[in-house]
């Protein structure tokens, strides 16, 4: 690894001696931004248009996801769990229903009505609430207020392999005061066919989703917005998990009021008021030689505010946002005997957990000169917890009898990041210091079964809050033919939370190795590095490259469980008027720091080859897309780390969109 370093910094020096390209008078902060695509775009920017946003975001080399299904894979940012990260709808924070992650913040979306997912790592991510892994923010497109008028799309889709149905549509109305949009998709999908031409059972699902959102502008600087996302998921298998899931929904709402001053130092004023909530229900019901039924029903009620407003005095860029948040989380788990004799069996697996955040997050930039800069940011917070439920609590003071209801914590963090940009060469380094609370799992979870590592879990309402130190370097070099940066993060992060074996108490679940309870490790050192490489060979021709390290330890010196081998994906983009095509292989080295005390076993490298086309017909006003492919196209038979419990991933699968707009 060391070589590819020296490598890279020698490719910088040497391409540096070839800049001649005039001074910018702006310093660049090295920041991941995923395009999506407006709608009406959407089809010319992405391999595959009308993916899940699952597969768009695994483009990113700074997050991982991790598969227990053929839908709802969870985002972790720089090999972190989604415990230590924040993921928002545009802005918005929202926590899943269930105690299993089978319902990531990014299942209740689609791509069809975003735009962008903003990546930040670590503390860049502050500003949407605390974090030690980073944040992603959602970002949903809409119209922009102009002439009147009336455009819209209908898309559909088919993919070979689990015979996904695709199909969506939107219509959209704007004027000078006025927009509303409206926008549907639907998805059902039947068990995918791995590499091996095995049928993964339980791997199937039916998804709806549904948005619209309305502005209203009172005059060029005042306006208020309405937004609502609703989401429906039923009949999804999740094969790497004893159970599925016969319905997810969610409700999203917001309201927002954007205020522009005219002649002021102030460039905006927005605040939001929103409310969302999900019922997600797990259910045994279809599978075979199930030792005791169980219903395992989930609710999560989010309200909350923000306030922000961006500024400039002189060479200073700043910024302050209010973020507050409350919320109610509930599970619980009802298990019935097989025999009727025995008496059925009731537990909250989530006592009624209220969550209650205020906090305020500030960042200023001070321009130093034309080509540099330096951000200073900061954020302190309280976060409250208190259990609810009499029942949940009495059920916890089985393990911990002293524990109060109520619990709160002071949440800080300060970032300083120094950007530095000439010519063609840009550069970025970053300190920072930032804290976490346990969430509601690991502060108050019940018996939790983890199918991974087959231990059944408990949470620690003593648990002292984590606390990370990082430190960033980032390098860019662009340059009409060529793109190509390096970026590194390092984490140390003292009391890591993590499950420990608990030998003197017994499991609940049937089968199960053993209960862990969950406690903190002194420290945990995590490193990511992302090598981006991009070349015009030609005026139509673009060959694209990235390769992507990972490291976890733990102070135990045991590696940490989910950490990605070295991975790597190189494809060739043909473009030439209205065709375009691509030509790409992605793979992993072999899984050599795998975690065998978390349940993980090496997986072997792979290497699967993919090729998509696509082709744009117009007639005046009305635009036709055509978008075909293969994705692994050798029909290869692997797993990844990412895979829960090494289920295989899906064989060769030939897809075909169809986009039209007006």
């Not at 970026?487 to 030998?503: M, R």
């Amino acid at each position: 690894m060391k070589k590819l370093y020296y490598l890279v910094l020698l490719l910088f020096w040497l391409t540096n001696l070839f800049a001649q390209e005039k001074d910018t008078l702006s310093s660049v902060q090295l920041k991941e931004i995923l395009l999506i695509g407006k709608k009406a775009t959407l089809e010319q920017k992405q391999f595959k248009a009308l993916a899940t946003l699952d597969e768009y975001l695994q483009q990113s080399g700074a997050v991982e996801m991790i598969k227990r299904g053929g839908y709802a894979w969870e985002p972790n940012i720089n090999n972190m769990s989604s415990e230590r990260t924040v993921i928002t709808i545009d802005g918005m924070r929202i926590f899943g229903a269930c105690t299993d992650k089978m319902d990531p913040i990014t299942s209740y979306v689609e791509i069809s009505n975003l735009s962008e997912a903003a990546i930040s790592s670590g503390q860049s991510g502050s500003c949407h609430g605390p974090t030690i892994g980073g944040s992603i923010d959602l970002k949903r497109s809409k119209s922009e207020f102009g002439e009147k008028g009336i455009n819209g799309y209908v898309h559909s889709g088919y993919e070979f392999n689990n015979q996904q149905k695709i199909l969506g549509a939107a219509l959209n109305y704007t004027d000078n005061l006025f927009f509303i949009d409206n926008n549907v998709m639907f998805r059902t999908a039947e068990n995918y066919i791995s590499g091996n031409k095995n049928e993964v059972l339980f791997s199937q699902f039916r998804k709806l989703n549904i948005s619209n959102t309305i502005g209203y502008q009172f005059n060029k600087n005042k306006y208020i917005e309405t937004a609502v996302i609703y989401d429906k998921a039923t009949d999804v298998g999740y094969p790497a998990l004893p159970m599925d899931v016969s319905l997810a929904e969610a409700l999203i709402t917001s309201l927002k009021f954007e205020y522009n001053p005219l002649d002021s130092f102030i460039n905006k004023l927005e605040t939001k008021v929103y409310y969302n909530t999900i019922t997600h229900t797990m259910d045994d019901t279809k599978r075979p030689n199930v030792p005791i039924h169980m219903d395992m029903p989930g609710w999560s009620d989010t309200y909350g505010m923000y306030l922000n407003l961006n500024g400039k005095v002189k060479k200073n860029t700043f910024s302050a946002t209010f973020n507050s948040f409350y919320n109610r989380s509930k599970a619980e788990m009802t298990m019935y005997p097989s025999d009727p004799n025995e008496n059925i069996m009731f537990m909250l697996t989530w006592p009624d957990v209220v969550t209650f955040y205020n906090g305020i997050y500030l960042d200023n930039t001070y321009e130093l000169n034309c080509h540099s800069s330096l951000k200073i940011s900061g954020s302190l917070g309280n976060h409250f917890n208190e259990v609810k439920s009499t029942f949940g609590l009495e059920s916890l003071r089985i393990f911990y009898p002293n524990m109060n209801a109520a619990k709160s914590r002071i949440l800080k963090s300060f970032a300083s990041n120094y950007n530095w940009k000439k010519e063609r060469l840009a550069f970025n380094f970053g300190l920072a210091y930032g804290e976490r609370a346990p969430s509601v799992s690991e502060g108050y979870g019940f018996y939790l079964f983890n199918s991974f590592d087959q231990f059944d879990y408990v949470g620690n309402p003593d648990l002292k809050n984590e606390q990370s130190i990082e430190g960033s370097f980032a390098i860019r070099y662009k340059s009409s033919k060529l793109k190509t940066s390096l970026s590194t993060s390092y984490f140390h992060i003292s009391n890591y939370i993590i499950g420990t074996t608990a030998a003197t108490i017994l499991p609940m679940t049937i089968g199960a190795n053993g209960v862990k309870m969950y406690n903190a490790l002194d420290y945990a050192t995590l490193i990511k590095s992302v090598f981006d490489y991009e070349m015009y060979l030609t005026n139509d021709l673009k060959w694209i490259n990235q390769i992507v390290y990972s490291y976890g330890k733990g102070s135990d010196n045991e590696n940490l469980p989910f950490i990605s081998p070295l991975a790597y994906t190189s494809k060739m983009q043909f473009k030439k008027r209205k065709f375009s095509s691509e030509l790409g292989v992605q793979g992993n080295l072999m899984h050599t720091h795998y975690a065998p005390n978390y349940g993980e076993i090496k997986k072997p490298d792979y290497a699967i080859l993919n090729f998509g086309s696509h082709y744009t017909f117009t007639f005046n006003s009305y635009r036709f897309n055509l978008k075909m492919g293969i994705e692994n196209i050798l029909d290869s038979e692997y797993t990844t780390f990412a895979d829960w419990n090494t289920i295989p991933r899906m064989g060769r699968n030939v897809f075909a969109n169809i986009l039209f707009s007006f």
